[in-house]
């Protein structure tokens, strides 16, 4: 069974989520702080993350968490989505057309609400190549 | 008269552009605003504005209109025009990022204007009529965000 963490402070969303993944037959966790992610994300090995950029106190800390992932040789090939409503706080248009290697090291980008048979296919879709359900 | 191709005319940009994206970086990862660290993950995909214009053309025709001559050289400067890269990257304020990105932006219309003035092919044109639209779009957008008072 693929490990997926959900990494978002928006509590009631990502449990939300979390159960839809559930249903799905993921094992989910999730995680409301950005503190302590890395070691955590070392010590649990997910097959996914899903993070969202935004958090209190920083606005960019999806982003920073993506960049320090590929930065951790051990951690650094697992698949992130980010999840954000960062286009709805500052009008920046940030869309999967931005990813990149220096700035945005990530599988996917979607806008907040995505509905959720999407966000499955696109997760079946990465999890395939290496971890079958 | 100094005949140039478009191509190294548009190289200057795409070289100045990567210097652009190490000093937003280097913003990025030492400045302690938050905001502004976001501001410079919107202005790192500056560098990309070129590859949005040539995204309507195919290999072939971009390397045609990369080869297309321009009667006379257009000079580049806009370290002196828009001193961005001058500004110190731990302690440059989101309000100065935004300003000096729309006088960059400017700088770069004018520098197309004055391309646009030699007698160019139809491809050619259009690749400087996108740019000069991508720039105007991104301008709209930075100027947005200094009205909103964001950083």
Avoid: C
């Amino acid at each position: 069974m693929a490990r997926i963490i959900i990494v978002d402070d928006d509590v009631e969303f990502a449990e939300d989520l979390s159960k839809s993944l559930q249903q799905a037959g993921y094992d989910v966790e999730v995680k409301n702080r950005i503190e302590g992610l890395i070691e955590d994300i070392v010590l649990n090995r997910p097959d996914l993350l899903i993070l969202d950029v935004m958090f209190p106190d920083n606005p960019v800390a999806g982003f920073d968490v993506a960049r320090a992932v590929r930065l951790k040789e051990e951690i650094k090939s697992i698949p992130i989505i980010l999840l954000t409503a960062v286009n709805q706080e500052h009008s920046m248009d940030f869309s999967a057309r931005d990813i990149d290697p220096e700035w945005l090291p990530v599988q996917d980008l979607e806008e907040k609400p995505v509905a959720k048979a999407k966000l499955l296919k696109k997760i079946s879709k990465l999890l395939q190549p290496t971890v079958k359900k | 008269m100094a005949i140039i191709t478009l191509g190294k005319l548009l190289d200057r940009v795409e070289a100045f552009e990567g210097r652009l994206a190490i000093f937003f970086a280097d913003v990025r990862d030492q400045s302690k605003d938050n905001g502004v660290r976001l501001l410079t993950y919107y202005l790192a995909r500056h560098r990309r504005h070129q590859q949005q214009a040539f995204d309507d053309f195919d290999k072939q025709a971009i390397n045609l209109v990369r080869r297309v001559k321009v009667r006379n050289d257009v000079p580049f400067t806009p370290e002196v025009e828009a001193p961005l890269l001058q500004a110190q990257p731990g302690t440059v304020s989101g309000k100065a990022l935004l300003e000096a990105a729309v006088a960059y932006n400017a700088y770069l219309g004018r520098y197309y204007d004055n391309i646009l003035k030699f007698p160019l092919n139809q491809d050619a044109t259009f690749l400087i009529l996108s740019l000069i639209r991508i720039e105007e779009h991104d301008t709209l957008m930075l100027k947005k965000m200094i009205a909103m008072h964001y950083f």
